[in-house]
């Protein structure tokens, strides 16, 4: 039997965020954003920015068992090949598995989360993985690439602000090409004119995650936007525009 991954120190599952005492039927764990470099603790504010996301997507799944945690990780910085995020990440679904059970697990992370969530996706418990604002390196012929075969057979969905200043919007969408070709299963929308905290469009990018772990976890049927998307070749199903309103007329 494989030896479980040991947390770093301080790391750890943020309170449970979801009816306590209640069968527990999928997870979405949050795993708030970073720094490329740092050995400093996660912020408060990136944090709370998981926690508002991850109460948004509990609400909505209440009805199926769905509930929540943020990761809360030892440090910020992903700090070259140590990979501390993505690490904590990991740790994280083993312990959502020794607590909940065979139950099914969407990796959900923001900025620096979202490349970590990308990374720890290859754990069988995780069946989709949503990346907002995904923080991804640049380019480079002389260091390996993103890693994209982990996330083969899971559902995957990018959205990136075509504004954004902190996280290149092109490489997630170059990202998004690799994996697409490895993954049909895989659609990447832009939030049109917003920046790297999708504040603009805050609703609909809540109500678009909020579909996508929903359908992902618990077999609901995609929205129209979301099912087209991930038909869609690339690059349509990759520039999916998030229109404005969405989510207003999606079933309860």
């Not at 907002?132 to 899971?154: H, M, T």
């Not at 772990?213 to 998307?229: C, E």
């Amino acid at each position: 039997m494989a030896q479980q991954a040991m947390p770093l120190p301080g790391t750890r599952l943020g309170r449970l965020i979801g009816a306590e005492n209640s069968a527990v039927s999928g997870v979405v764990l949050l795993l708030p954003g970073g720094a490329e470099v740092s050995t400093r603790r996660p912020s408060p504010l990136a944090v709370n920015t998981a926690r508002v996301l991850a109460r948004n997507l509990v609400r909505a799944g209440r009805a199926e068992g769905l509930v929540g945690h943020v990761v809360r990780g030892g440090r910020r910085g992903w700090n070259g090949s140590d990979a501390l995020p993505a690490r904590d990440a990991r740790w994280a679904v083993e312990e959502v598995v020794r607590r909940y059970g065979d139950v099914p697990v969407c990796l959900a992370g923001i900025d620096m989360g979202g490349r970590a969530a990308l990374h720890a996706a290859g754990h069988p418990a995780v069946d989709s993985v949503l990346a907002l604002a995904p923080w991804l390196p640049e380019d480079d012929v002389a260091v390996a690439p993103e890693p994209v075969k982990q996330l083969s057979g899971r559902h995957v969905l990018i959205v990136h602000g075509t504004n954004d200043e902190r996280t290149d919007p092109e490489l997630s969408f170059r990202f998004a090409e690799r994996v697409k070709k490895a993954n049909r299963d895989t659609c990447r929308f832009e939030v049109h004119s917003d920046g790297h905290g999708l504040h603009q469009h805050r609703a609909e990018v809540a109500a678009l995650a909020a579909d996508f772990v929903l359908g992902t976890l618990f077999g609901r049927a995609f929205s129209r936007p979301l099912t087209d998307a991930f038909a869609a070749p690339p690059p349509l199903g990759l520039r999916m525009p998030l229109a404005s309103g969405f989510g207003r007329s999606l079933r309860e």
